[in-house]
């Protein structure tokens, strides 16, 4: 499902991000990467979304090569690809029924298919009662549901996750992490990307440790070792 | 801010257009209306002028020649100068008609004067009229410097065309750039859900069409009545007698002219806004 092979980043002020890093996440899996700030994790995180390019190496997404990918095609991959940041970003003027529509109207979607996802999948992350609420109306935990919400409407195959618990509290940090294994039970592949040790080890789930742009462990029910 | 320098931009270009356009119309009608007198000579007489007459205007290049008795010539010459009483009262006081017979001459084009000179220095017509070439050379000498005006007009409007073009291309630039960097949450958002690039940059784009709109309508409700105020004097001070009204080529043309400014304007700016998102917005 996403393969990275031999993939070095170097950014414009001649810092190297990643340093030969290869490795493979089959469709269905939960994987965690895990290191601490600086390390590499949220360059990944953004090869994958094709936020930026690989200066070396490459890397395919579902059988698509991704490594030289036209500006035009961004879109259709991202389609594919739920993302959650820490940062939420919700549009403040919108409900959350209208922030998880917004996904389906970008890609042009009928308002009778809209009318007919979002319910479905505010269901299923749990605000059903609150999608006329704006995010300055709910809580932290609530707008990170509504976001992984939004990241669904599309029927990602992978859902990426980029240290979606870094504005929570543990208990809505926690019940975050059960939302996404229930996801990744219904068969999406979830990548998280995470700094935080307590969550990781509760996973007991595949956890891929990167320090200065390398993977140090790849290991199937894994720890936060660092 | 950027419809105003729109609307400037617009107003002058123009404004310059239509004296452009008018001054090349001027320049055609006075090629077209220049004539010339030529002298009938002494000896000649009135059966030999009206003989070179007919031959003149079977030439191609003569419009019309038409021939002027010297009692003639005296009847004008008294009604051009009717309100001179000095000059009424020498004529009066004169024997004889100081005037001759004329040949009255309306070539079809100025340049076309130096072949019918030829043609009057023949042996057949050179003892009929006098063939002095002061008048031509005057009247090629208006066409020149008519010509000459009409070129630095074009200059001048090319120069400042330019000029507003750039400061349109940046006012409009940097709105755009304004507008991308106040919506640069909406952007980033939709950059992540999968919004195709058209769909990020189309607002853009018809942001840059709503200006150049708006500009056209402000631009002409100012220009018509402008126009309409000045024409007048425009008009009796140096088109009278050439048939030509500012005015009425404004209102002749007025859909042209909008429509050439909306598209010159919408192209203009929508090039400007494909800059700025190109620089701004990375789709």
Redesign the interface.
């Known amino acids: 499902m996403i393969e990275f092979k031999e993939v070095d980043k170097f950014y414009r002020n001649g810092v190297q991000a990643l340093k030969n890093v290869s490795l493979f996440i089959d469709a269905g899996e939960f994987v965690s990467i895990v290191g601490q700030s600086g390390t590499g994790k949220t360059t990944i995180a953004r090869l994958i979304?094709a936020e930026e390019k690989p200066s070396d190496g490459e890397i395919i997404i579902g059988g698509w090569n991704i490594t030289n990918i036209k500006?035009?095609d961004?879109?259709?991959?991202?389609?594919q690809i739920g993302?959650v940041?820490q940062d939420f970003?919700?549009?403040p003027k919108k409900t959350l029924a209208e922030n998880v529509a917004?996904?389906l109207e970008?890609?042009?979607e009928p308002r009778a298919i809209i009318k007919k996802i979002v319910p479905q999948v505010l269901k299923i992350v749990g605000l059903e009662n609150k999608q006329d609420r704006f995010p300055n109306e709910v809580s932290g935990g609530e707008q990170q549901r509504a976001v992984i919400a939004?990241?669904l409407v599309?029927r990602p195959k992978i859902l990426l996750a980029d240290e979606p618990t870094g504005n929570l509290d543990s208990i809505n940090a926690e019940e975050l992490m059960a939302l996404l294994k229930k996801i990744n039970d219904l068969g999406t592949t979830v990548v998280l990307v995470t700094h935080n040790r307590e969550i990781v080890n509760k996973l007991r789930r595949r956890v891929i440790a990167i320090q200065d742009g390398k993977i140090i462990s790849d290991q199937k029910t894994g720890k936060y070792i660092l | 801010m950027t419809v105003t320098i729109l609307v400037l931009a617009l107003f002058s270009v123009s404004i310059i257009i239509s004296l452009n356009s008018v001054s090349s119309q001027l320049l055609t009608s006075v090629k077209q209306k220049v004539d010339i007198s030529i002298a009938v000579l002494p000896d000649a007489t009135e059966d030999e002028a009206k003989a070179l007459v007919t031959r003149l205007q079977s030439l191609s290049e003569v419009k019309n020649a038409t021939y002027v008795s010297p009692d003639e010539a005296l009847e004008e010459f008294r009604l051009a100068h009717q309100d001179d009483p000095n000059i009424q009262e020498t004529l009066d006081l004169l024997e004889d008609n100081p005037l001759p017979a004329r040949i009255q001459v309306t070539a079809k084009e100025i340049d076309s004067f130096d072949s019918i000179l030829s043609y009057l220095n023949q042996d057949e017509n050179k003892n009929i009229v006098s063939t002095d070439t002061s008048e031509v050379e005057q009247a090629q000498l208006v066409i020149q410097r008519l010509s000459s005006l009409s070129d630095q007009i074009q200059k001048v409007a090319l120069g400042v065309t330019v000029i507003f073009i750039a400061i349109s291309f940046l006012v409009v630039f940097n709105a755009i750039r304004i507008a991308i960097y106040t919506h640069r949450?909406?952007i980033?958002?939709?950059?992540?859900?999968?919004?195709?690039?058209w769909?990020i940059r189309t607002p853009f784009l018809m942001e840059g069409i709503l200006y150049a709109f708006f500009a056209t309508i402000i631009t002409t409700a100012i220009l018509a009545p402008v126009l309409s105020f000045l024409a007048p004097h425009l008009n009796d001070t140096f088109f009278l007698s050439y048939n030509i009204d500012i005015s009425q080529f404004f209102k002749a043309h007025l859909w042209a002219l909008i429509g050439y400014q909306f598209l010159g304007a919408a192209m203009l700016n929508m090039a400007s806004a494909s800059f700025a998102m190109s620089r701004y917005l990375k789709?």
């Open positions: 979304i500006r035009a961004v879109p259709l991959l991202r389609r993302v940041f970003k919700l549009l917004f996904a970008v890609a042009g939004r990241s599309h | 949450e909406e980033g958002i939709m950059k992540l859900v999968g919004a195709s690039n769909f789709v």
